[in-house]
């Protein structure tokens, strides 16, 4: 796997297409040659193989035709995609809100005989995320007049789960078993509740947002998340303290993989993340409040290194039409 960014003195890449594919959606970002987004697009997902391949294969070609260029301008598509994913054989299984199961999808192949030959990669959501994000980053960073560097980044989704995607020193870091970021199966509390891993008391029945779920059930419709820190906003004791110790276990697992990995910046994702500066905000006041008792996690500077995914791209299509360009 190459760097995110672009190398010193490689070939300028060509325009490449990334797909987000979710249960619901799929986002698509074409990019240029210079790594800008040109066009976005989204459309409904069609669950099954066919609906699959078939979906994706309408979404490179509404994104290319958005972003004004041909298809034989793309030298390369990435998609993230939830499931089992093999990004070297490009195939998934078991992306059952996908209508995808047992049997491995040969997705990448597929998707190439589809759109005509076009090179087609195939990523774990998550990564695609973590790699969208350093790219944003390393954008933006540049454009305001930096020096551009490569990117150390955690991309820490608090989802239904918790777990994070490692980009670093702008390599995406998937691991020996490509476990590299389950964080949200490290125990933390031995007598804490079970986990569906088998192990107990483990980081995401405290962090993601079943846990929140299950601290504040929804009451008015609204996802619990929303609910809680309606409520919290209001004044209510008890939704204060759940919000509390949701953004303290939140901050554990900020501290967890700057300890860890050391990367220069944690960002916050997934569905629950869409609370926005709300949650920003009581994870970092939660950061420099367990700071207090060590001056070494005070030095580390925790709460200065968390940011909100970007909002103004799709950074999971983002990343993978950086990783398109590998193809």
């Known amino acids: 796997m190459g760097k995110v960014g672009k ?18 959606k799929i986002l698509g970002a074409l990019l240029d040659p210079a790594g800008e987004v040109v066009a976005t697009v989204r459309r409904s997902t069609v669950h099954g193989a066919d609906g699959l391949v078939a979906g994706a294969a309408g979404a490179v070609r509404d994104v290319v035709e958005s972003g004004g260029v041909e298809l034989g301008a793309v030298v390369g598509v990435g998609l993230g995609i939830p499931g089992i994913v093999d990004h070297v054989s490009g195939t998934v299984k078991h992306a059952v809100n996908l209508g995808v199961h047992d049997d491995e999808l040969p997705l990448a192949d597929l998707l190439s005989l589809a759109l005509g030959g076009v090179p087609v990669v195939v990523e774990n959501d998550l990564n695609v995320a973590a790699v969208g994000a350093a790219h944003v980053l390393e954008r933006s960073e540049s454009q305001a007049g930096g020096t551009p560097e490569h990117e150390d980044l955690a991309f820490l989704a608090l989802g239904t789960g918790l777990a994070s995607g490692l980009v670093l020193d702008g390599e995406l870091r998937r691991g020996a078993s490509g476990a ?22 483990c980081l995401e029945r405290f962090a993601s947002g079943k846990a929140l779920e299950a601290a504040w059930p929804s009451r008015r419709g609204k996802p619990a998340p929303v609910e809680l820190f309606e409520a919290a906003r209001a004044g209510d004791e008890e939704a204060v303290a759940v919000k509390d110790r949701f953004a303290a276990a939140t901050a554990s697992a900020v501290r967890l993989l700057v300890l860890t990995t050391d990367v220069r910046h944690v960002v916050l994702g997934g569905g629950v993340a869409q609370l926005g500066t709300e949650l920003l905000d009581a994870v970092q006041d939660a950061l420099r409040e367990q700071a207090k008792v060590s001056s070494f996690l005070g030095s580390l500077k925790l709460a200065e290194r968390v940011s909100l995914a970007p909002t103004h791209v799709p950074v999971a299509a983002v990343g993978a039409a950086v990783l398109g360009r590998r193809s």
């Open 7 to 24: 190398r010193q003195g490689a070939a300028a890449p060509e325009y490449t297409v990334g797909l987000d594919i979710g249960g619901t």
């Open 180 to 201: 590299a970021g389950e964080i949200g199966h490290i125990p933390v509390d031995p007598l804490g509740p079970e986990c569906p891993c088998g192990q107990r008391g």
